[in-house]
């Protein structure tokens, strides 16, 4: 069992990713291309570069300094190839503009744990605890529970936001060491999921109907989305699909916009650039489809 992992963000004094306050772990790696990813930069499993055009100072010292050469001047930017990265960071050590950056850097078990035991204080004062975020946490299967393992000798809540594509053999065994499952639900219909996510949901509805029969700690949540699973049919298709799984309750999570900048400092293209953010306002119509189909469904 790996005690090393690949973490692009330890973010403390969360209250958004579960009860109390928290710390989250961002894990890299995740099998969905969800068009609308708040973190695009937690898809690939590898160390990424940023690139910030508006720091730049086109002097190519990338160009010259990558021993890959992944580097290439494209009329007014830098483009990077990012299959010939091997992450040595080179380029961002050696940049005068400090316009590349990076995300994703190795750190064991043991790294982690210590971060997140600094503020034991507050998970008990709130009933709080550790988040186990991404991507998808559980592509990094045996660096979860070597964590796991070790924060559970501190009595730390554990909570994982999940998209529940992962195969049954590791949700049936990495599931169950969470206190909570923060569990994604994004659309009803199968060819709509795939067409928005980039895979079906066959295996995510099998494991939260594993979940949700095993007395597992269950929270659905939806990240509501315009032109995906927005609409009121929408809304009654999901509840319907809940109700089928045995889930009381789902949460709402509203579209934003926080993750735009990041697809243009990777140099990828948004789907979702200047869609307007969904706020609980815009959504009483849906929230009352889960209500009245007997499911306690909050923001």
């Not at 700690?217 to 995906?228: E, M, S, T, Y």
Request: proline residues 4%.
């Amino acid at each position: 069992m790996s005690d090393k992992g690949i973490v692009f963000n330890i973010q403390k004094f969360s209250i958004h990713d579960g009860p109390g306050i928290r710390t989250t772990v961002f894990l890299k790696g995740c099998p969905l291309r969800c068009k609308w990813c708040a973190n695009p930069e937690s898809q690939l499993s590898e160390v990424q570069i940023l690139y910030d055009q508006k720091k730049c100072l086109h002097c190519q010292t990338c160009v010259q300094s990558c021993p890959n050469q992944a580097f290439s001047l494209k009329k007014d930017h830098i483009q990077i190839d990012h299959d010939r990265c091997s992450g040595c960071l080179s380029c961002v050590r050696n940049c005068p503009g400090e316009a590349l950056s990076y995300e994703g850097e190795e750190k064991t078990a043991d790294d982690v744990t210590e971060v997140c035991l600094q503020d034991v204080d507050f998970y008990e004062e709130s009933g709080g605890g550790v988040t186990i975020s991404g991507g998808e946490g559980m592509v990094q299967s045996d660096f979860v529970k070597a964590l796991l393992f070790r924060l559970k000798k501190h009595n730390i809540h554990t909570a994982i936001e999940t998209t529940g594509y992962v195969s049954d053999d590791i949700f049936q065994d990495l599931a169950p060491e969470f206190d909570l499952l923060l569990f994604d639900v994004k659309h009803y219909d199968s060819r709509k999921h795939q067409k928005g996510t980039g895979v079906c949901n066959e295996q995510i509805i099998r494991n939260l109907k594993w979940a949700v029969q095993n007395g597992l700690n269950v929270l659905p949540r939806i990240p509501v989305i315009p032109g995906f699973n927005a609409s009121l049919e929408d809304a009654a298709g999901i509840a319907e699909l809940l109700k089928e799984v045995n889930a009381d309750q789902v949460q709402l999570l509203p579209f934003h916009q926080f993750g735009e900048n990041k697809y243009h400092l990777l140099g990828r293209s948004y789907d979702y650039e200047h869609v307007e953010a969904l706020h609980p306002e815009d959504l009483s119509d849906y929230q009352k489809v889960f209500l009245d189909a007997g499911l306690k469904c909050f923001f």
